[in-house]
Structure formats: C-alpha cells, structure tokens
C-alpha cells in the first residue's frame, strides 16, 4: 500500500508541475484576454490568423532553422531580423486597430500569418 501511495503523490505533483509550467497559447478563433501576452511557435510549416485587443503583445519564439518576422503590410511595422538560434524570440506590441500581415522571408511560403487588432 505504501507504494501505491506514493505512486499517486508523485503523479499529482507532476500534474501540478505541468499545469504551473504551461503557457497561455493564442486560440485563433476567440478574442484574447487584454491582460496577457501570447506566445507563438515560429518554424517551418506555422501560419497564424490571429486576433487580438489593442496593448497586447504577441511573442514569436523561434524552432530550429534561419529564420525572421517581418510585417509586409497594414498598420504596424516591425522586423526581428535574422536568426538561427534555437528558442530565439522577438515581441511586439499591437497599438494599432487593424490587420498586420507577416512572413519569414526564407519560408514565405509557408511561414505567414496576419494579426487583427480590435478595441
């Protein structure tokens, strides 16, 4: 009995861990919590439509591979410049109501997305 007991403590802190470490991710199709900041994979094969409230930050984190973020068009500009380093990250903050389109110029293809901004 003893280690039964012990089996479901140590599975309880590790569901406890788990839920204390993860983070908030963006659902694409609710509008966000104004108070938080999102983070977003950026590898090989991601696009996102985003929407989020005018204040909120987006923080893109790098997988493997050369990559950058820049904005190709509507009401914000930003560039992250290049990067190879695994788990690199670049934010921005949205301040402007509107759509902001953007890309990884070497995956354009395949690495885009856009964020919508609403009030």
């Known amino acids: 009995m003893h280690i039964k007991s012990f089996t ?3 599975f309880f802190l590790i ?3 788990i839920c204390s470490c993860s983070k908030e991710n963006i ?14 994979a950026w590898h090989s094969g991601t696009s996102y439509d985003t929407t989020i409230q005018v204040g909120q930050t987006i923080i ?6 050369t990559h950058n973020l820049r ?8 560039d ?3 990067s190879s380093t695994y788990g690199f ?4 903050t949205f301040t402007v109501v509107g759509t902001t389109t953007y890309v990884c110029d070497p995956h354009e293809s395949h ?3 856009s964020v919508t901004v609403i009030e």
Do not use: A, C, Q, R
């Not at 893109?60 to 591979?65: H, K, L, Q, R």
């Not at 904005?71 to 930003?78: A, I, L, M, P």
């Open 15 to 17: 569901i406890l861990i």
């Open 60 to 65: 893109w984190t790098w997988g493997g591979g």
């Open 111 to 113: 690495m885009y997305g």
């Open 80 to 82: 992250s410049g290049y």
């Open 71 to 78: 904005s190709t068009g509507g009401v914000e500009t930003f």
């Open 89 to 92: 990250s670049f934010s921005h």
């Open 8 to 10: 479901y403590k140590i």
């Open 27 to 40: 659902n694409e199709s609710e509008p966000v919590n104004h108070d938080l900041d999102y983070n977003l």
